[in-house]
């Protein structure tokens, strides 16, 4: 039979969709959709309907196409005939209820032997609710919930009380049982009153974060529950192909699991991870292999066992062969281009026939080295003319003369991300292999690979890759910006590696709360920072000791202090919570951000001004006396004096609290450091969408604060440390400190800024 055009096909389907009714908009639907319209044309004729049917049966016949389980398709002609005889109760209202009761049951049968009377059963064939039952159910539900009715009156929820009803009358018709809901309630309230009108007032619930508690995984389904149909493939002949598990393989994977639940984490080894990371391809570059180890055991995961994809190269050349055997694979000699022009024509290679015999023996001469790199590739047999591209016979093996950073010298032809990642999802048994959206398309081959092998099928779910704004992700975009010099390599705190998130200073359990609460989605959109900001600031809240610091100092002299006064005063490592103290010098020198000084004041301004006083966090008030300039006219100095005895009794403090350091000893400098400020990398909240995203780059991503000054209970600090400088935000010294000079990395601002 001549395969027919995709119009002829149309064509087809639009007369026998019109023959079962279909609204126009429904119909035209259907077409468009090109794996639907299969599916309908095939359950259309099955049902034996060409020439017509009602439309409440159309309308059931366009359930079963779009939902029944593939693994169960062989009992699909069944279940039509229920539909077509009526079997199935044609009313609308709840006809649906019963056939998603069928479709469920048929799911969990797969293709063992269907017992019609279980079927029967489970889809309520045969049931019929009389009025009385739904009187009856009524009352009774009435009945137990009298007393919130009468407290509630018309203003209380019927839906539960319908919910309660339909659980005791599975299969009741609901409009019904509303209607006599309706009529018992106003029998028992009477008619409604003035106040039954009024809209009642709704109190504010105070909003809890549901994460916390949630099941992160209660999305997924049981490996027991892997009997069911993963995808179904469409061809350009027509035909499909449903794929799922038998029963027997099903049980094989059970036993080698114990039935738990086998994941794995299969990064690609040619770039560091990032926040978002989620996909996986065999070892590239040892670096990264190393990396990626390290950084996972720095986040506080286990993984049961580690595994590289060169493990299972033997089994996955064994499986090539047989795949050779089958007719399922050939070996061809195009060149990339070639490729290219040939899959845009859809246009099949001229090897695509060639004898199975000659295929395995060009095969094993590229495993031996006999055939140039470049001159031959090993490629799926799929479908050349599909409409879906990654099922136009896909590369499954390259000639590569590379040794390999895992394997070694002993291979030179490797196989590809197409063929390596299902088939080793396979041998692991892992039940769910998650991967983000962009590889939805990618179902097709996945499956239909382990389907010719006839291997075990793992749980395909994809989900959406993670966006946060102000940055990219993409770990191209990531190598250019490192490779160029645009940041500081891959660890660079700007960037949402996860190597550089922890030399900003971000704990794992910041990182892990923030992916916690985003969960497993398949909603695309984009994050906004002050959301991962948001956990990272909780966590360092609850951790980092408070330690007072100034990035830019003014020097004051406090002029009613002898010269060689020195005190400790003493300072809290968490204010208000208890716990620890450190002391912090006072002496006749101290220094305060310069920002906390203006020579006019202001009343929304809470620092330094002439003849003000202010407050120095955990010591005294000080009182500006006088102001030097330099020859600019800038202010280089200030003189102070200091109330010892502030503390009297009705005597409020100044409103205004600053941070500062003094001289550890009369004439001897405070600690110096060297203050490392970041901002968003990009100025633009969406970069990387366009050729010019470099162009999107904020030039004031960091800014270097040099001679910033330190309590020496800081300047003690080694690196990994972390503290919040008060007023200034969270900050952890970096690996670039030395001895003598010690470098901050400002990983988080305060959520709210002191007083100006």
């Not at 996945?446 to 946060?468: A, G, H, Q």
């Not at 990272?536 to 004051?556: N, Q, Y």
Request: hydrophobic share 35%; aromatic share 8%; with cysteine.
């Amino acid at each position: 039979m001549a395969t027919q055009t995709r119009e002829e096909q149309e064509a087809v389907a639009t007369r026998l969709f019109e023959a079962i009714q279909l609204a126009p908009g429904t119909l035209a639907g259907a077409i468009k959709n090109v794996k639907f319209r299969q599916a309908l044309v095939q359950t259309v004729r099955e049902a034996g309907v060409e020439s017509g049917c009602t439309k409440q049966q159309g309308a059931l016949l366009y359930t079963v196409a779009s939902k029944y389980p593939g693994n169960a398709l062989v009992h699909r002609k069944t279940l039509l005939e229920y539909i077509t005889s009526d079997k199935l109760k044609a009313r609308r209202a709840w006809s649906n209820a019963q056939l998603d009761a069928a479709l469920e049951f048929l799911a969990q049968t797969g293709s063992e032997p269907l017992d019609a009377g279980a079927l029967d059963e489970a889809a309520g064939v045969g049931v019929v609710v009389t009025p009385d039952q739904i009187s009856a159910a009524v009352a009774s539900t009435l009945a137990q919930h009298a007393q919130r009715l009468q407290e509630e009156r018309y203003h209380a929820n019927t839906n539960v009380l319908l919910a309660e009803i339909r659980a005791g009358l599975k299969w009741v018709d609901l409009a019904a049982a509303k209607a006599e809901l309706e009529r018992q309630v106003e029998a028992l309230l009477g008619p409604k009153t003035e106040a039954d009108c009024v809209k009642p007032e709704r109190k504010k619930k105070i909003k809890e974060e549901a994460w916390r508690t949630a099941d992160p995984y209660a999305f997924l389904p049981r490996p027991e529950e892997n009997n069911k149909c993963h995808t179904t493939v469409a061809f350009s002949d027509g035909s499909q192909l449903s794929i799922s598990n038998s029963a027997e393989r099903l049980a094989e994977h059970l036993r080698a699991t114990g039935g738990r639940v086998v994941t794995r984490f299969p990064p690609e080894p040619n770039g560091y991870l990032h926040i978002g990371h989620a996909k996986a391809m065999f070892a590239e570059k040892r670096e990264y292999i190393d990396h990626i180890q390290e950084i996972i055991a720095w986040m506080g995961w286990t993984p049961h066992r580690v595994t590289y994809s060169s493990d299972y190269f033997d089994r996955l050349h064994e499986l090539a062969v047989q795949l050779i055997k089958g007719g399922n694979a050939y070996v061809c000699h195009q060149t990339g281009e070639e490729i290219k022009e040939s899959r845009e024509k859809r246009e099949p290679s001229p090897w695509r026939d060639r004898p199975i015999a000659e295929s395995l023996q060009l095969f094993e001469d590229m495993r031996r080295g006999l055939v140039d790199e470049g001159k031959a590739t090993l490629r799926m047999r799929q479908d050349h003319r599909n409409d879906n591209y990654n099922m136009f016979d896909l590369i499954a093996y390259r000639i590569k003369f590379t040794e390999h950073p895992h394997a070694g010298d002993r291979w030179c032809i490797y196989p590809s991300y197409d063929y390596t990642h299902c088939l080793v999802d396979a041998l692991e048994n892992i039940t769910h292999s998650l991967c983000t959206l962009e590889f939805e398309s990618r179902r097709a081959s996945y499956y239909w690979l382990l389907d010719v092998l006839d291997t075990y099928k793992p749980v395909v779910w994809e989900y959406s890759r993670l966006n946060i704004t102000n940055n990219v992700l993409s770990k191209r975009k990531l190598n250019r910006l490192v490779t160029d010099r645009y940041v500081n390599g891959w660890d660079d705190p700007r960037l949402l590696t996860l190597a550089g998130l922890r030399r900003r200073g971000v704990t794992p359990k910041a990182i892990n709360n923030f992916c916690r609460e985003m969960g497993v989605t398949r909603t695309e959109g984009e994050v906004y920072l002050h959301k991962l900001d948001h956990h990272i600031r909780i966590d360092l809240d609850a951790t980092s000791a408070r330690r007072l610091a100034v990035l830019r100092p003014l020097r004051i002299t406090i002029t009613n202090l002898a010269e060689g006064h020195r005190e400790e005063v003493e300072a809290q490592d968490f204010p208000g919570r208890g716990g620890g103290v450190y002391t912090v010098p006072f002496t006749r020198v101290v220094y305060i951000e310069a920002t906390d000084f203006r020579e006019q004041d202001s009343k929304d301004f809470y620092g330094l001004a002439p003849g003000k006083t202010i407050m120095l966090r955990y010591a005294y008030p000080i009182t500006c006396t006088g102001v030097k300039k330099g020859p600019g006219g800038e202010v280089e100095e200030l003189e102070a004096t200091y109330e010892r005895d502030f503390r009297g009794e009705g005597r409020k403090p100044p409103k205004g609290v600053l941070n500062w350091v003094a001289q550890p000893k009369p004439g001897v400098e405070p600690p110096s450091f060297e203050a490392r400020l970041y901002d968003t990398l990009f100025t633009t909240q969406s970069p990387g969408g366009s050729e010019t995203w470099l162009e999107e780059l904020n030039p004031n991503s960091l800014a270097v604060v040099h001679g910033a000054l330190a309590t020496p209970a800081l300047a003690a600090a080694r690196v990994g440390d972390r503290f919040q400088l008060e007023r200034l935000g969270y900050f952890t010294v970096d690996p670039d400190s030395r001895d003598d000079a010690m470098v901050l990395n400002r990983t988080c601002a305060l959520k709210d800024s002191f007083a100006k």
